[in-house]
Nanobody, 121 residues
Framework: QVQLVESGGGLVQPGGSLRLSCAAS????????MGWYRQAPGKERELVAV??????TNYAESVKGRFTISRANAKMVYLQMNSLNPEDTAVYYC????????????????WGQGTQVTVSS
């Protein structure tokens, strides 16, 4: 079992900043990539940013230049969000993919429980 715990969401005014954190735990052998997705009411879940074990990053066009994903260590990532606007309001989910050990090695893909980000004046 692999668990992801997110933190750092909340209410912020337009133009403000927030930093989300995601920590992975469990019988993890390696993590290939960790990322952030978001889902706004009535919309599908979408990729926000992802970072690989080799530190390659990919961002949604809508957040480029405003959001930065980084790794604190092999099992923890941050999402620094600047210049937030109301369109960024959503539940943000952490995702991790890699290999875990449960008697044998196998692939895993896990999601966190989500953290609410609300941008409003």
């Amino acid at each position: 079992q692999v668990q992801l715990v997110e933190s750092g969401g909340g209410l912020v005014q337009p133009g403000g900043s927030l930093r989300l954190s995601c920590a992975a735990s469990g019988s993890i052998a390696s993590i290939n990539a960790m990322g952030w997705y978001r889902q706004a009411p009535g919309k599908e879940r979408e990729l926000v940013a992802v970072i690989t074990s080799g530190a390659s990053t990919n961002y949604a066009e809508s957040v480029k230049g405003r959001f930065t994903i980084s790794r604190a260590n092999a099992k923890m990532v941050y999402l620094q969000m600047n210049s937030l606007n109301p369109e960024d309001t959503a539940v943000y989910y952490c995702n991790a993919r890699g290999i875990h050990y449960t008697g044998s090695f196998s692939d895993f893909a896990s999601w966190g429980q989500g953290t609410q980000v609300t941008v409003s004046s």
